[in-house]
C-alpha cells in the first residue's frame, strides 16, 4: 500500500515492536536546506542504511525559519505552524522510505521508531535563570506528535532537552554515533561535520578512552548566507565561487578574532551567534571588497577554525572524516588538508556512509537508544552531570 501525507500508514505498530530494529532518522538541520532521511537496520553489528530520501525547504519556508532564529513579530503561533509544517515534510520523507522498504519487503509495522531531530531555532544551554535554577534551554520546532498521526509510527523527539536539563550542552549529539560506526582499534580518528555549523568528533583508538566533541564554528551558513545576497543561489557550488576569489587576511583575522573559539570545553554554538547581522558587523569597513574574495576568506574562516580545532584537540589523529554537506564543497576540503599535512581528509563514503546521511543515521540510533532505555549522550562531550535517556517517545 502506500499512503501520503494525511492518510496515516494502514497497520499500526504491534506489541512485539521492542524487537524490531529498523529505524527511521530526519534531520533538518542549520543550513535550513530541507529533511535528509534514512531507513537504518541496527540488527547486527555495524548499520545499514536500507533508504534514503530527501526533501528540500522551499525558498519562503526556508526564510520563514531563518526569520524564527531571531525575536519577531507573532513569533509563537508562527513557530507552532512552522513545527507543523516541518512534521509534514518528515511524514513526506518517511512515506518516501517506506515506498522504498516496501521492494525489500517491509512496511510501517517493521520499524520501531522514527528519531525526529526538528528544526533548531535558538540554542542557549547555558543562558542563567535563576527561576529555572541555572537551566539553559534548546528549542527544536517540531510536531511529533502529528508526525506520529500522519506516520502510525513511534515517534522520539526533542532529543537535546534532557541533555540540557542534566547541565550538559546538549550538543553535539553525534559523537556517540560516530564512535559506533567510524572508530578504528589503537587508532584516534577524527570525524568533521561540516553543516551549517561544524562540530568535531574525536575516537580515541582505546574504548575506554574518552571521546571529545564540540563545534568548532561557522560551516556553512556563513558562506551560505554571503552567497545568497551576492549571487541568489542558496549555496557556493563545490566552492567554485570561493575558488576565484583570494583571502583577505585583515578580514580574516577580524572573522578569527571572535571569543567562542577560543573558548575552552564543553561548547556549542549556533546562528544563535554566527548569523548575517555577526557577518555584517565583522564586514564593517571591506565593504569595496570584492564579493568572491569576501567568501574565500570566509572559506577559509571555516578552514582555519576547524584545522585549529584539530590541532588543539586531535592533533594525533591517522585520519580526517568529513561529512555533512561541507565535503562537497571541494575547495573547502582543498583549503583543510592544506592546514593538516600530516592528516589525510577524506569523506565518510570512504566508510559506506554518504556525507548526506550520516546525521539522519545519528539520529535514527539515538530513537533506537531510546526505545531500548538506553542513554544516548556522552558527558565527555556535553559536559552533562551523567548518561541519560534521551528524548520523549509518542508512541504509535
Ligand atoms: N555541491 C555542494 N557544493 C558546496 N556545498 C554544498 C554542496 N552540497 C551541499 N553543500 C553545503 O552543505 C549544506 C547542507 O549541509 P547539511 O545538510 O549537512 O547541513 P545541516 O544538516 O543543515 O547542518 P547542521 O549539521 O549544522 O545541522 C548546504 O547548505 C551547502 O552549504
Ligand atoms: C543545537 C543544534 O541543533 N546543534 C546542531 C548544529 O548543527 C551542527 C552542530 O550545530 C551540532 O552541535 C548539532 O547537530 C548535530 C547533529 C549534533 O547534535 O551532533
Known sequence: MSAGVGQPFEALASGNSIKKALCIGLMSGTSLDGVDGVLLDLAGPGVHVLAQASLPFEPTFRAELLSLNIASYNELHRAALAGNRIAAAYAQVVHQLIQQAQNLDLNATDVLAIGAHGQTVRHQPQRWSEAAMGAGYTLQLNNPALLAELTGITVVADFRSRDVAAGGQGAPLVPAFHQQVFSQPGVTVAVLN??????????????????????????????????????????????????????????????????????????????????????????????NAPAQDVQATLTELTASACADCISSYAKESKRLIVCGGGAFNHHLLQRLQAHLAGIPVSTSDQDGLPPLEVEAAAFAWLAYQTMHHKPGNLPSVTGAAGRRILGAIYPA
Open 194 to 287: 561540516l553543516g551549517g555549523i561544524a562540530n568535531l568528533s574525536v575516537l580515541p583508538g582505546q574504548a575506554s578512552d574518552p571521546v571529545l566533541g564540540f563545534d568548532c564554528g561557522p560551516g556553512n551558513a556563513l558562506m551560505d548566507a554571503w552567497c545568497l545576497q551576492q549571487t541568489g543561489q542558496p549555496f557556493d557550488q563545490g566552492g567554485a565561487w570561493a575558488a576565484s576569489g583570494q583571502c583577505l587576511p585583515d578580514l580574516l583575522a577580524r572573522l578569527l578574532d571572535e571569543p567562542y573559539f577560543s573558548q575552552p570545553l564543553p561548547k556549542s554554538t549556533g546562528r544563535d551567534l554566527f548569523n548575517s547581522d555577526w557577518l555584517q558587523d565583522k564586514l564593517q569597513g571591506f565593504t
